[in-house]
């Protein structure tokens, strides 16, 4: 037999992952006397490596039983969790840690004045509304790049068509754009007549959308600046936040989150289990939503807008920002000066970490590595950027 | 005949087209895609999908058995399928189009860095290597392989963490130093922030809030606390280590290889032993998968697999290339573990065990430590004074 050589070195091989497991001489797949050595041993053997099955005992798998639904969910939440977690940057970069307190934190000092903050995968952009600025750091080793000027009153961020957006909170408010590829300079304003105090920003694809203090604005970009807004005011009573979920544009306003349609009619209102909705984040299932009174944070299905949960605790008090890094959420909490974190998937508390006394944890964002916290300080003379 | 068998099976090829071409609507026959039997419009779109990502191909071509049950065996195979397509298709290696694998050392990239390139890390952009042949650190940008610049007075530099925003890195002296590089300054000496760890530090890990070394000479675990001031404060455990080279933290213990002695072991919060896994001699560097351990032993030229939440032994994998192992890294799919005396480095799929194959790193090249940015390993060749990306 040609085939000789290749199958002994098969079965040797076979005998000695046996012997060096210790226990499983008799398995015929891994440590499963009941599963046959056939084509379907390596997917047992991969969710067995994988901890998605531990059997049904250390040296069964009773490969004929059925499955029932209670099971299936423990299959395939274990499933999930185990890609998600695998395949994360953070586990390529050996990053399983939890940042545990504010001396550990990576802070890059910054101007006060730090508002919102976003990455563009591979530098953080913050906005800084005191200087009218918006600052360029890189993720890699938090160095201050850059800072361009001229961004009146800085306090959205945006990362979008190649280009970094900040909103002007003026009256009326104002989008500036910057083309990072050019050197550092003053900003491109591309609307000035957006809504009053612009704030949360957000992209649909196609259009950039603002929440403003008393309406939402839709700016269409276009080949020469100003480019055209058209402004909604119906049925808002303050937009914070500004979130696109893939399908619909959803705005923090008030006490409540809304949906809306693509010219910015509200589709769905959903009562926050607090007042003051801030900056939410979308997890690719749900929205986050932090409350600044009341301290809740409310997760929110956004194929239906059921309110999934209504989280407290966890450090919970003041929340401002969250931001989703493919595992998990975190959501600052400027009253108790840190940031609580929770399981994305299954919505369980990681916990809460401070981020120093007199922090003022403000914005988050996350560029899949780290999450990066905008610190508003009190001093009156630095905030920082810190990697968490 | 012939001809007509031609047409036949061109009418053929043309049918299925058109099949496919008019999606799952202008079906003649199916209902769902090529199904014939899935009629539930609401549960198509599940059933396509897995179909299309190869995770079910069907009972039969044209059918789908929608109400039939699924055995363990049978979700095994599908759980299976979708873990793999997840993590294939959810990689970085996917969306830069980076499919292959690098198969022998003409096919390298590599940038000389200082002499005896030992351990490195990735930050997420650049490559972090320890050079203990110059007492200096090379950063090596991930992009192009460029060296950027090279830190010095890193006197026996041996190991690196990415961390805190900082680059810290283990000094191989005795007693132990500990180096810190604050990568947004200039070039330039490194700041020595504790000189009293045990002897010859090796590994190094990070819990989160405490820098860990694995000190192989005389057998000690130091546990580093950060602080504003320097030097930062040292606590050094000797209890029941006879040689710790490698450390790896799993989310919620570190734990340390120990050589010699053919250990591993799981530390407490305060370096106390929790529980001890016998691997072979000369336990070398580790690295966690997410859910287990891989251990490169040189004795025996063994990989152990231990997973971390109960310390079990899952396998021994030998063969594969292995030599004299000693560096493991992962990338989120692969395991990759440098074989020192094979001068090659061994891959596994992470998932299942299977292994890729052996690869060679070029002759005199002595890979021993290896790192992952998620695009790439990098590898660092300590014969020829090289970082491969791999």
Not at chain 2, 14 to 27: E, Q
């Amino acid at each position: 037999m040609r085939l000789g050589a290749g199958f002994k070195k098969v079965l040797v091989v076979t005998a000695a992952v046996l012997l060096g497991a210790g226990g499983w001489l008799l398995g015929n797949c891994g440590p499963f006397t009941d599963v046959a050595a056939d084509v379907f041993c390596p997917f047992v053997l991969e969710i067995f490596y994988l901890g998605i099955t531990t059997g049904t005992t250390a040296t069964t798998y009773d490969p004929s039983g059925n499955v029932t639904r209670l099971q299936m969910a423990a299959f395939l939440s274990r499933s999930v969790d185990g890609v998600l977690k695998r395949g994360s940057r953070r586990a390529a970069g050996e990053q399983f840690w939890t940042t545990g307190n504010e001396t550990v934190l990576g802070v890059t000092t910054l101007p006060f004045g730090a508002n919102l903050v976003k990455s563009d995968g591979a530098d953080l952009w913050v906005a800084n509304s005191s200087r009218a600025t918006v600052t360029r750091v890189r993720a890699s080793d938090g160095k201050i790049l850059e800072t361009w000027t001229g961004a009146t009153s800085a306090f959205g961020v945006l990362s979008a068509i190649g280009s970094i957006f900040s909103t002007g909170r003026t009256n009326p408010g104002a989008v500036y754009r910057i083309d990072p590829s050019q050197p550092a300079g003053v900003v491109t304003t591309v609307a000035s007549s957006v809504g009053v105090n612009t704030g949360g920003i957000a992209f649909d694809g196609a259009r950039i959308w603002t929440a403003n203090s008393n309406s939402v604005s839709i700016v269409t970009p276009g080949a020469s600046t100003p480019w055209s807004v058209t402004t909604v005011t119906a049925g808002f009573a303050g937009p914070n936040g500004a979130i696109f979920d893939g399908g619909n544009i959803w705005v923090t306003d008030g006490d409540t989150i809304k949906k809306l349609d693509s010219s910015g009619a509200i589709l769905l209102t959903v009562t926050s289990s607090a007042t003051e909705p801030m900056f939410p984040a979308y997890d690719g299932s749900n929205i986050w939503v932090p409350n600044f009174i009341g301290g809740t944070v409310d997760v929110i299905r956004a194929s239906s807008g059921a309110r999934l949960a209504t989280l407290t605790g966890n450090g919970l008090f003041g929340a401002i920002s969250a931001s989703f890094d493919g595992q998990r959420v975190v959501v600052t909490d400027q009253a108790n000066g840190g940031v609580s974190l929770w399981k994305a998937a299954d919505l369980s508390p990681i916990g809460f970490f401070s981020t120093g006394a007199g922090s003022n944890p403000y914005g988050a964002a996350s560029d899949g590595l780290n999450f990066w916290l905008t610190l508003q300080g009190t001093n009156g003379v630095t905030s920082a950027l810190a990697r968490f | 005949m012939k001809g007509k068998a031609v047409l036949r099976i061109r009418a053929i090829l043309f049918l299925f087209g058109a099949v496919l071409l008019s999606g799952s609507t202008g079906l003649l026959s199916a209902l769902c895609g090529p199904f014939t039997d899935v009629s539930d419009a609401a549960f198509c779109p599940f059933v396509l999908e897995i179909f299309y990502l190869g995770i079910t191909t069907g009972t039969t071509a044209t059918t789908y058995d929608p109400t039939g049950n699924v055995t363990r065996l049978q979700m095994a195979a599908f759980l299976s399928r979708t873990v793999d397509g997840a993590l294939k298709r959810g990689g970085r290696r996917a969306s830069l189009d980076q499919f292959w694998t690098t198969q022998n050392a003409t096919v390298l990239g590599v940038t000389t860095v200082g002499n005896d390139p030992e351990l490195l890390a990735s930050d997420g952009a650049d490559v972090w290597v320890a050079c203990s042949g110059n007492s200096l650190v090379a950063r090596v940008r991930s992009s192009d392989g460029r060296l950027l610049e090279t830190w010095t007075g890193a006197i026996s530099a041996h190991d690196v963490l990415s961390a805190m925003g900082r680059v810290i890195v283990t000094g191989y002296t005795s007693p132990g130093q500990l180096y810190q590089i604050d990568p947004t300054q200039a070039a330039g000496a490194v700041t020595t922030v504790a000189s009293n760890l045990g002897n010859r530090p090796d590994g190094i890990v990070f819990d989160g809030t405490r820098v860990w070394t694995a000190n192989i000479l005389g057998g000690s675990v130091s546990i580093v606390t950060p602080g504003p001031s320097l030097p930062w404060t040292v606590t050094t455990v000797t209890a029941g280590f006879t040689s710790p080279m490698g450390a790896v933290f799993d989310g919620a213990n570190v734990w340390v290889t120990d050589y010699n002695a053919g250990k591993l072991f799981k530390l407490d919060g305060s370096g106390s032993i929790l529980q001890t896994v016998t691997v072979d001699g000369l336990a070398a560097n580790p690295v966690f998968d997410g859910s287990n351990i891989w251990v490169p032993c040189g004795g025996n030229s063994s990989v152990f697999v231990v997973r971390a939440s109960s310390g079990a032994i899952l396998a021994t994998l030998i063969e594969n290339g292995l030599n004299d192992s000693i560096g493991a890294a992962f990338d989120g799919q692969r395991v990759l573990v440098t074989n020192l005396g094979g001068d090659s480095v061994s891959l596994w799929k992470a998932a299942d065990l299977t292994a890729i194959g052996t690869f060679a790193t070029g002759t005199g090249s002595a890979p021993v430590g290896a790192a992952s940015d998620g695009v790439n390993f990098w590898v660092a060749l300590s014969g020829t004074a090289k970082l491969a990306r791999f």
